[in-house]
């Protein structure tokens, strides 16, 4: 989609159009993915966040001031019930104490297992500027944190990436 046909679909949503918001939803419906499942790590729970986010937006479409923000303020709600879900989990089930068996695919298994090598704190800033392409000063804005920051965390996590790779697969 073109940045126009997005900002259309964007009004459009605005107006509470169930079509041009499904348009959209579907269209982010991958770095909405990228996004919940580097900080949940499990597929169910990814599509809870997402679902949680959709609501969400289709409930709050009508408070977006700035269309050509959108996305911005999607992954933000995206990421806030990310980090709900992981709280409430928290509550429940310590995370050693249970795990889920997961559907193994055979897409990025090696890079999906060194990026889950890193903390939090470094593994959602590489996803969004590597993986979505989002700017080091949207993500400081997405994360409440300064640039400085965000370029710090970037740059430790390629290191600890690359140690990650060199100690063969082994957490630094």
Same mark, same amino acid.
């Given at each position: 989609m073109l940045e126009k046909e997005i900002q259309t679909y964007i009004q459009r949503a605005k107006e509470h %159009?169930? %079509? !041009? $918001?499904? %348009? #959209? *939803?579907?269209?982010y419906m991958k770095d909405m993915y990228r996004t919940a499942i580097a900080i949940l790590m499990n597929d169910a729970d990814s599509a809870d966040a997402i679902q949680d986010t959709i609501l969400a937006c289709w409930e709050k479409m009508d408070t977006i001031r700035e269309p050509r923000y959108f996305k911005t303020w999607l992954t933000k709600? #995206?990421? &806030?019930?990310c980090y709900d879900i992981r709280k409430q989990? !928290?509550? =429940?089930?310590? $995370?050693?104490?249970w795990q889920e068996e997961s559907a193994c695919d055979s897409y990025n298994v090696e890079l999906k297992e060194a990026l889950a090598a890193l903390e939090d704190k470094y593994r959602l800033p *590489?996803? #969004? $500027?590597?993986?979505?392409?989002y700017r080091i000063r949207e993500i400081a804005g997405i994360l409440h944190i300064p640039v400085s920051t965000v370029q710090t =965390? #970037? !740059? &430790?996590? =390629?290191?600890k990436l690359a140690a990650y790779y060199e100690n063969g697969g082994i957490r630094p």
């Amino acid at each position: 989609m073109l940045e126009k046909e997005i900002q259309t679909y964007i009004q459009r949503a605005k107006e509470h %159009d169930p %079509d !041009a $918001f499904t %348009d #959209l *939803m579907q269209f982010y419906m991958k770095d909405m993915y990228r996004t919940a499942i580097a900080i949940l790590m499990n597929d169910a729970d990814s599509a809870d966040a997402i679902q949680d986010t959709i609501l969400a937006c289709w409930e709050k479409m009508d408070t977006i001031r700035e269309p050509r923000y959108f996305k911005t303020w999607l992954t933000k709600i #995206l990421i &806030r019930k990310c980090y709900d879900i992981r709280k409430q989990q !928290a509550n =429940r089930v310590s $995370f050693e104490d249970w795990q889920e068996e997961s559907a193994c695919d055979s897409y990025n298994v090696e890079l999906k297992e060194a990026l889950a090598a890193l903390e939090d704190k470094y593994r959602l800033p *590489m996803i #969004l $500027f590597y993986g979505q392409g989002y700017r080091i000063r949207e993500i400081a804005g997405i994360l409440h944190i300064p640039v400085s920051t965000v370029q710090t =965390r #970037l !740059a &430790r996590g =390629r290191k600890k990436l690359a140690a990650y790779y060199e100690n063969g697969g082994i957490r630094p």
